[in-house]
């Protein structure tokens, strides 16, 4: 039975941090690289962060680069994503999905369609 639980969500003010975890189980978590969604009220589901299966290449949008930083527990199944300096517009619903295809990369493939399985997601909400 595959699952993606995300959580580490809160309401928080402008500049402040969160980090959100993402617990997975029944994926070969090791096997796969991992990304970070998220979706505002009336807005499309954007990429945020990727990261390759053994940890060692990492991508994000332009919008959090510089702010947020992925990584990844395989011992844990667990991948995480560190948000600092938070902005109003970082309000939005975070999801943690699988990279479709074993031994996947990351840098190009951002849209959701390239990714399988996905959690339920969290809210983060951010005030300013």
């Known amino acids: 039975q595959v699952q993606l639980v995300e959580s580490g969500g809160g309401l928080v003010q402008a500049g402040d941090s969160l980090r959100l975890s993402c617990v997975t189980s029944?994926?070969?978590?090791?096997?796969?690289?991992m990304g970070w969604f998220r979706q505002a009220p009336g807005k499309e589901r954007e990429f945020v962060s990727g990261i390759t299966w053994g940890g060692s290449s990492t991508y994000f949008a332009d919008s959090v680069k510089g702010r947020f930083t992925i990584s990844r527990d395989n011992a844990k199944n667990t991948v995480y994503l560190q948000m600092n300096s938070l902005e109003p517009e970082d309000t939005a619903v975070y999801f943690c999905?699988?990279?479709?295809?074993?031994?996947?990369?990351?840098?190009?493939?951002?849209?959701?369609?390239?990714?399988?399985?996905w959690g339920q997601g969290t809210q983060g909400t951010v005030s300013s």
């Open positions: 999905a699988r990279r479709r295809g074993v031994y996947s990369g990351i840098t190009q493939y951002t849209t959701p369609a390239d990714y399988d399985y």
């Open positions: 029944g994926l070969r978590f090791s096997s796969y690289a």
